[in-house]
């Protein structure tokens, strides 16, 4: 298992090296910069020309990308251009616990609904429970998340004032932000485990179960779910990273001060070091999801040999 993690551990920083080599000359290849004027706000020139040598942008490109390469790797993700003594290191120092906290109720409230329901309408198929679970699986992932948001947001907090809209103040303000995020994994998480459910209920190793008088609850849980959680797994590593590193809409939507809304608005501002910094953080986080996605396969299944 060590040669194979090593592998992928290496493929993983090749990943990484190429995926931030593309975004770094994608956005030099755009017209503009951080600092170019813009209709409602002409910058004087020479304010430019200082800014640029400041940061380094009247530098040749080929020559800024070794200069952040050589910061990388040495842990610096670099100052932002649009917040001025502020380093792309303190923004995700800040943003990402806020980001991981929401994240991390989601993906708890995810499992603890979506596989009991998909476990549910695979045991009572064809019948109320399975087309009540499957009705709302098809909804959950066919609307698009910021339909989503701005429904609940509209129903429980704009209408019924049941709940805060903004910010994370409180307990009671993680309830939209973990439901919205929530909404489409409890969906397709249910669908994978009934799909899975139905094929494992119906191998001779549950048959067997049955008939040496093992409880169904027992042949469920312990049976049938251990081999049907795979496609679970799977889905989890690239879930895990997406939700903990923080969700654009929704916390741009909350007002939630996470990595997730300075990305969106790093993007806007061109703010090419905050670009990179997020990218490169996010890449780096679903290549080790992935990573302990493939070792959980090991220990959930022994079946499965970590060798290729």
């Not at 002409?42 to 390469?69: A, C, D, H, S």
């Not at 993007?267 to 996605?293: E, K, Q, S």
Request: charged share 15%.
């Amino acid at each position: 298992m060590g040669k194979y993690i090593l592998k992928r551990v290496a493929a993983g920083l090749v990943t990484i090296f190429v995926l931030i080599t593309i975004t770094f000359f994608l956005m030099h290849a755009i017209p503009g910069g951080p600092f170019s004027p813009q209709e409602e706000k002409k910058t004087p020139k020479f304010v430019l020309e200082i800014l640029n040598e400041r940061y380094g942008l009247n530098k040749p490109v080929w020559e800024q990308y070794l200069l952040y390469l050589r910061n990388l790797i040495q842990g610096d993700f670099g100052a932002s251009y649009k917040r001025a003594g502020i380093s792309v290191n303190r923004l995700l120092d800040v943003g990402f616990p806020i980001s991981a906290s929401v994240g991390g109720l989601t993906i708890a409230v995810a499992l603890g609904l979506g596989v009991p329901l998909g476990v549910a309408s695979s045991v009572k198929r064809g019948k109320w429970p399975d087309y009540a679970s499957m009705v709302f699986a098809t909804v959950g992932i066919s609307a698009p998340p910021f339909v989503i948001s701005v429904t609940l947001l509209y129903l429980f907090s704009m209408h019924l004032k049941w709940l805060p809209s903004l910010g994370l103040t409180s307990w009671r303000h993680y309830i939209l932000p973990v439901a919205c995020l929530a909404f489409q994994p409890i969906a397709y998480i249910a669908r994978q485990v009934r799909s899975s459910m139905l094929d494992a209920l119906q191998q001779d190793y549950t048959r067997t179960a049955r008939a040496k008088g093992v409880s169904e609850g027992m042949v469920i849980w312990k049976h049938a779910l251990k081999n049907s959680i795979l496609p679970v797994v799977t889905y989890l590593g690239p879930l895990v990273a997406a939700l903990l590193t923080g969700s654009f809409i929704v916390e741009r939507l909350f007002s939630i001060p996470g990595i997730g809304r300075d990305y969106v608005a790093s993007v806007g501002d061109r703010d090419y070091t905050l670009i990179m910094g997020m990218t490169a953080f996010f890449g780096i986080f679903v290549i080790v999801c992935n990573i302990i996605v493939d070792i959980c396969y090991a220990l959930i299944d022994p079946r499965v040999k970590l060798t290729d």
